[in-house]
């Protein structure tokens, strides 16, 4: 990432304009300079790949869990059809075993 640049010489005269006295208002703009030069900044295209990676590993997450949730949706199916066949087995044994009139 790179530090952004600005013009410390027009900071200086915009704090003088402010009403800074002038050595104080190139102090602060040097300072300032100096503390952007070392700060570790972002810039839109570090932002802009940073949004891209982020895309494709959402987009990994989601196909992802969507085959995941298939082959939920499918063990569910057959869980559900198993005790539909198991229920209607004792429904038919307990009418078979049901004394007739």
Same mark, same amino acid.
């Given at each position: 990432?790179?530090?952004? #640049?600005?013009? %410390?010489?027009?900071? $200086?005269?915009?704090?003088? *304009? /402010? !009403?800074? =006295? =002038? #050595?104080? $208002? /190139?102090? @602060? $703009?040097? /300072?300032? /300079?100096?503390?952007?030069? !070392?700060?570790?900044? $972002? @810039?839109?295209?570090?932002?802009?790949? @940073?949004?891209?990676?982020?895309? !494709?590993?959402?987009? %990994?997450?989601?196909?992802?869990?969507?085959?995941?949730?298939?082959?939920?949706?499918?063990?569910? %199916?057959?869980?559900?059809?198993?005790?539909?066949?198991?229920?209607?087995?004792?429904?038919? @044994? *307990?009418?078979?075993?049901? #004394?007739? #009139?």
């Amino acid at each position: 990432m790179n530090a952004v #640049p600005f013009d %410390t010489l027009k900071l $200086a005269r915009d704090l003088e *304009a /402010a !009403g800074l =006295a =002038a #050595p104080v $208002a /190139a102090g @602060t $703009a040097a /300072a300032l /300079a100096d503390a952007m030069v !070392g700060a570790d900044l $972002a @810039t839109k295209s570090d932002l802009a790949s @940073t949004e891209s990676r982020l895309m !494709g590993a959402i987009r %990994t997450v989601e196909s992802s869990l969507e085959a995941k949730l298939e082959l939920l949706r499918r063990d569910m %199916t057959i869980k559900l059809g198993g005790m539909i066949f198991v229920a209607v087995g004792i429904i038919l @044994t *307990a009418i078979r075993f049901m #004394p007739h #009139p």
